[in-house]
Protein backbone atom coordinates (compact mmCIF):
# COMPACT_ATOMS: atom_id res chain seq x y z
CA UNK A 1 0.00 0.00 0.00
CA UNK A 2 1.27 3.52 -1.15
CA UNK A 3 2.13 5.93 1.89
CA UNK A 4 3.57 9.01 1.52
CA UNK A 5 4.40 11.20 4.76
CA UNK A 6 4.94 14.90 4.75
CA UNK A 7 6.66 16.60 7.67
CA UNK A 8 8.26 20.45 8.47
CA UNK A 9 5.62 22.26 8.45
CA UNK A 10 4.74 25.22 11.61
CA UNK A 11 4.77 28.19 12.25
CA UNK A 12 7.35 30.61 11.17
CA UNK A 13 8.10 34.57 11.12
CA UNK A 14 7.58 36.69 7.96
CA UNK A 15 11.21 36.21 6.46
CA UNK A 16 11.73 32.72 7.94
CA UNK A 17 12.68 29.87 6.71
CA UNK A 18 10.72 26.12 6.03
CA UNK A 19 12.27 22.85 4.57
CA UNK A 20 9.05 20.65 3.88
CA UNK A 21 9.85 17.14 3.28
CA UNK A 22 7.78 13.97 1.29
CA UNK A 23 9.11 10.40 1.57
CA UNK A 24 6.89 7.97 -0.52
CA UNK A 25 6.71 4.02 0.89
CA UNK A 26 5.22 1.08 -1.16
CA UNK A 27 6.20 2.65 -4.41
CA UNK A 28 7.78 0.12 -6.68
CA UNK A 29 8.02 2.07 -10.09
CA UNK A 30 9.85 5.20 -9.46
CA UNK A 31 7.68 8.49 -10.52
CA UNK A 32 8.76 10.81 -12.67
CA UNK A 33 7.42 14.12 -11.48
CA UNK A 34 7.16 15.31 -7.84
CA UNK A 35 6.29 18.23 -6.11
CA UNK A 36 4.84 20.88 -3.86
CA UNK A 37 1.32 22.60 -4.01
CA UNK A 38 -0.81 24.59 -1.78
CA UNK A 39 -4.25 25.65 -0.48
CA UNK A 40 -5.30 28.45 1.22
CA UNK A 41 -8.16 28.57 2.78
CA UNK A 42 -11.18 29.56 0.64
CA UNK A 43 -8.75 29.24 -2.13
CA UNK A 44 -8.19 26.38 -4.83
CA UNK A 45 -4.59 24.75 -4.58
CA UNK A 46 -2.39 25.77 -6.86
CA UNK A 47 1.28 24.51 -7.52
CA UNK A 48 3.79 25.80 -6.21
CA UNK A 49 7.08 23.51 -7.17
CA UNK A 50 7.45 20.56 -9.06
CA UNK A 51 10.54 18.79 -10.11
CA UNK A 52 10.95 15.58 -12.75
CA UNK A 53 13.04 12.85 -12.75
CA UNK A 54 15.11 14.90 -15.62
CA UNK A 55 16.10 17.20 -12.57
CA UNK A 56 13.98 20.07 -14.86
CA UNK A 57 11.80 22.23 -11.81
CA UNK A 58 8.69 24.88 -12.00
CA UNK A 59 8.12 26.60 -9.72
CA UNK A 60 4.76 29.29 -9.26
CA UNK A 61 5.81 33.05 -10.30
CA UNK A 62 4.70 33.89 -6.97
CA UNK A 63 7.64 31.43 -5.03
CA UNK A 64 10.49 32.06 -7.56
CA UNK A 65 13.67 33.25 -6.29
CA UNK A 66 12.55 31.98 -2.35
CA UNK A 67 11.72 28.80 -2.85
CA UNK A 68 13.48 25.67 -4.52
CA UNK A 69 12.87 22.03 -4.65
CA UNK A 70 16.80 20.45 -4.14
CA UNK A 71 17.32 17.53 -6.39
CA UNK A 72 18.13 14.14 -4.44
CA UNK A 73 18.72 10.82 -5.23
CA UNK A 74 16.52 9.08 -3.02
CA UNK A 75 13.40 7.55 -4.20
CA UNK A 76 10.19 9.35 -4.19
CA UNK A 77 11.51 11.43 -1.75
CA UNK A 78 10.42 15.10 -2.79
CA UNK A 79 11.54 18.39 -0.47
CA UNK A 80 10.64 22.06 -0.56
CA UNK A 81 13.24 24.72 0.75
CA UNK A 82 10.87 28.19 1.62
CA UNK A 83 13.29 30.84 2.48
CA UNK A 84 12.11 34.60 2.72
CA UNK A 85 8.67 33.67 4.14
CA UNK A 86 5.44 35.65 3.47
CA UNK A 87 2.24 35.43 5.03
CA UNK A 88 0.42 35.09 1.97
CA UNK A 89 2.60 31.92 1.97
CA UNK A 90 0.38 30.70 4.30
CA UNK A 91 -1.64 27.03 3.49
CA UNK A 92 -1.82 23.37 3.88
CA UNK A 93 1.30 22.57 1.47
CA UNK A 94 0.56 18.96 0.15
CA UNK A 95 3.24 16.58 -1.71
CA UNK A 96 2.55 14.68 -4.84
CA UNK A 97 4.76 11.99 -6.60
CA UNK A 98 3.38 10.95 -10.00
CA UNK A 99 4.33 8.89 -13.21
CA UNK A 100 3.18 9.53 -16.31
CA UNK A 101 4.67 7.05 -18.12
CA UNK A 102 2.47 3.67 -18.53
CA UNK A 103 1.65 2.05 -15.91
CA UNK A 104 0.48 5.47 -14.33
CA UNK A 105 -0.09 6.71 -11.03
CA UNK A 106 -0.64 10.39 -9.04
CA UNK A 107 -0.41 9.71 -4.89
CA UNK A 108 -0.76 12.59 -3.02
CA UNK A 109 0.43 13.27 0.64
CA UNK A 110 -2.21 14.06 3.62
CA UNK A 111 -1.01 18.01 3.82
CA UNK A 112 0.69 19.85 6.25
CA UNK A 113 -0.28 23.08 7.82
CA UNK A 114 2.49 26.22 6.89
CA UNK A 115 1.96 29.50 8.81
CA UNK A 116 3.65 32.83 8.57
CA UNK A 117 3.04 35.27 10.86
CA UNK A 118 3.41 38.90 10.43
Known amino acids: QVHLVESGGGLVQAGGSLRLSCVGS????????MGWYRQAPGKQREMVAT???????DYADSVKGRFTIPRTDAKNTVYLQMNSLKPEDTAVYYC????????????WGQGTQVTVSS
Open 96 to 107: LIKRTDFPSYEF
Open 51 to 57: ITSGSIT
Open 26 to 33: GITINANI
